[in-house]
């Protein structure tokens, strides 16, 4: 494998990551899954052959990691985010000064492409840190490789997602459904359809420098989701307006969480529309057809229908 290519993946065992791994092994590529858990990405190794899937410990906010994960790389691949700060400046260091990082030593190593994965609502002047931090990160990815690909998802679903899969399990447990921001419009896009926006953008030379935003075919308020949710499981329960004062009490109080549910950074977020803006490149323009969550998440939804672990043969 000496004269294969190799694209270094940060964040590559996560939920996106996985996929993109498994894409770039299948064409050959050399692929070193950067992250602080080696273990996680071992499990990976099986996506290809023999010494093909390389685990290799990293983090954004370690210069000398970053730098030998990125050596030789002919591509490199950003995906690290981080939807709440587990210590105060947490998104400034990995989705602002991380990203940056990434971007300027992934230059210096002469790597050919870089992609950089942020998120639809990136904004400098937005109120949201997670917003702010995504938008500064990709100033700082421009300004160090100019060439880079910039792609912006909406909520990425797929069989292990945090968003169908999160409803569904509280359309199981509660008696009702809370609403909370339902008015808010959502674009959801297939995680193998970010992945192959990835791998269209480390192959294609018209992507380069470019910023695509991704969603899928079908735009979705909360509530429709919600909707959705429950139509899929088989649940019929009442969808209950959740009062303001009363949800940012809980997004408060979650904080003291160590996963919270919610928190007051993403209820901010919650009060803003995440679909692809009007005239943007998106799939499309990589040549790829979003697929619907209608085609796709009724069968992993389908584990929360009542009794629906027994007929899977999942239940002890």
């Not at 899954?33 to 906010?61: C, F, M, Y």
């Not at 809980?250 to 928190?263: I, N």
Request: aromatic share 6%; charged share 25%.
């Amino acid at each position: 494998m000496a004269d294969r290519r190799v694209a270094t993946v940060f964040g590559g065992a996560g939920f996106i990551g996985r996929h993109v791994v498994q894409r770039l092994a299948k064409q050959g590529w050399i692929v070193r899954v950067a992250g602080r858990d080696t273990e996680k990405a071992g499990r990976l190794r099986t996506l290809g052959a023999v010494a093909q899937v390389v685990p290799v410990a990293a983090s954004v906010t370690d210069e000398a990691s970053v730098a030998r994960a990125v050596a030789g790389a002919e591509a490199v691949v950003n995906l690290v985010g981080i939807l709440f700060e587990r210590k105060p400046g947490d998104f400034t260091r990995i989705q602002a000064e991380g990203a940056g990082r990434v971007a300027r030593l992934a230059a210096a190593a002469g790597a050919r492409r870089l992609v950089h994965v942020s998120a639809i609502g990136a904004d400098a002047g937005s109120p949201s840190a997670y917003a702010r931090t995504k938008a500064e990160g990709e100033a700082a990815v421009r300004e160090a490789f100019p060439a880079a690909t910039i792609l912006r998802p909406s909520v990425v679903f797929g069989p292990e997602d945090q968003f169908f899969n999160r409803f569904g399990a509280l359309a199981a447990m509660l008696p009702v459904m809370p609403v909370v921001c339902g008015a808010t419009r959502f674009q959801p896009v297939y995680v193998g359809d970010v992945a192959d926006a990835v791998m269209a953008a480390i192959e294609r030379e018209d992507a380069q420098g470019r910023t695509y935003e991704l969603g899928g075919p079908r735009v979705m308020t909360m509530r429709e989701v919600l909707e959705f949710v429950l139509e899929h499981t088989g649940r019929r329960r009442p969808l209950v307006p959740m009062p303001d004062g009363l949800v940012r009490l809980q997004a408060r109080l979650g904080e003291m969480l160590p996963s919270p549910p919610l928190t007051r950074d993403q209820l901010i977020l919650l009060g803003k529309d995440n679909v692809v803006s009007e005239g943007a490149a998106g799939l499309a323009a990589l040549g790829i057809r979003a697929k619907a969550a209608e085609a796709i998440a009724p069968a992993y939804l389908a584990r929360f229908r009542p009794g629906g672990l027994r007929r899977e043969g999942l239940a002890a």
